[in-house]
């Protein structure tokens, strides 16, 4: 049975785009903005909605999942997915989305990242460089000024390479929990309901549909649709869109699907964590940790990083990590407690005490995390196999492709040349004259959604009044960082340009 989720006092009487503004105002109703998805983005864009309009606005939050985290296979929704795991486990439902779970490592686009001068990267870049420092106060607070951010120490080749990245605090972690009850008290959130579809009236959505996992379905009208439900998700609802509504047709929706692909170039023995006189140590500020990775740019163009993996053979730092992000694989016993003990002890006087993190003294990991190509032949689609909803599964076809390839081999050979250069003793993890290496995919979907094509640099979808997306599909690749806190740059570029609304 069909019916309407009718909760405001006055439901909005809405025309079509641009009409009769004053009107909405006079009567008292205020326009209102129905966020799709409360996870990372849905909560981080809930929060500065509140705090630069919320007067002004009424926000309806609309969460398939509730305050307990789930992955795809227990919430019903399992993509077809290859030999990906960027489904199974790079997303997860509940409120606070992905953002329960994940490292939580923040970082920002720059100009390194645009070695081709490509226009469309050079406004991606100009909006990550104009708002970095507001995103930081909001996900940092105060430590965000003690953090020197790309410091300049130009003094050789290597340290042009050098990026910071800031690990959020445990605690900050879960961006749903910005919304603090005050907060909470001015929104209206629906849970338990999953949207999945959208009326279209006249080039605009006019209300979206929302089913329980029971089956049945409501629908809930709103001014303004904000789709923040994750890379995939959001890439599924848009196809479907898509199939029944012709100006979307001939948009790049759901290709040139790409992620990092991270493999471990070498193990370095007997030596500290040195470059050319840069330690990479983590450094411990005010609970976060700062690290610092090396920018790659391979020869045939494509972008990575070069980053420093510490205690990968010590069990108990293994245990520590899977138990504060929730995956627990490895088995440990009273011998490895006991044997781990001195480990953590060295660890938390690190963090405390020290303010860095302890890292075994005889080895580490240079791990390299490469984008891949663009264009590709990867993509998403609509499979006919219905999911626990009902609703067509999504499809991912995913391969590393000869570029990729190519790429990680280039970067290899620099970061090789560097090891000897710093006389390092080491041992080579990827070969790239045999098959069979080890890459794997590392949760950033991107690509598959993109601004410039799909979407406006404001998250506007083209083609559609009053739908804006937010999410790492909107990149058209991955390049240096890990990228959720690049999408809310544009979160915060919408928020200044296109306020106050011109179509309400
Ligand atoms: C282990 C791990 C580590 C990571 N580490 C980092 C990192 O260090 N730095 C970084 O930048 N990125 C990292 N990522 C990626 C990052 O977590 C994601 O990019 C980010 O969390 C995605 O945010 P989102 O809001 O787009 O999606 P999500 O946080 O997944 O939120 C989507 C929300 O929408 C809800 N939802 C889904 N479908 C519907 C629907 N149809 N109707 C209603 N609600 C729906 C979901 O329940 C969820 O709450 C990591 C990911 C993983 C898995």
Known sequence: MKKTVKKRKTPPTRGPAGAVPDLIRESGVKPSLCIIGCGTLGSYLIRRLLDLH??????????????????????????????????????????GGTSARWGGQVLFFDERDNPQNDPTWSEIIRINQRHRRTVLEQLLGNTARSIEFNPDVAHSELSTKLKTGIWLKYSHRNLYKRLVKPLRKRIRLITGRRIVGFQMEEGQVNAVVLKTADGLTETLPADRFYLTTGALESCRLLLKVQSSYPPLRNMPIGKNFGDHISTELFVVHGARPQLDGIDFTPRVVNGSLVTKRLVAVAGNGMVGFVHFVFNKDIRAFRFLKEMLFGKMSTKIGLRDLLQGAGFLFRFAWGMLVKKRLWVHPEQWSVQLDMEQAVPNSNSLELTLQPDRYGEPALKINWEICEEDKKAIADVRSRVEAILQRNKLNYTAKYDPAVPGNKVEDVYHPVGCLPVGEVLSMTGKVNAIANLWHFSTAMLPAARSINPTAAVMCHIEEHLQNEWPPQDF
């Open 54 to 95: 919320g007067d002004a606005v009424e926000i309806i939050a609309v969460e398939m999942g509730g305050r307990r985290i789930r992955n795809e296979e227990e919430m019903g929704v399992a993509a077809d997915a290859g030999n990906t795991h960027v489904a199974s486990h790079g997303r997860y439902f509940g409120l």
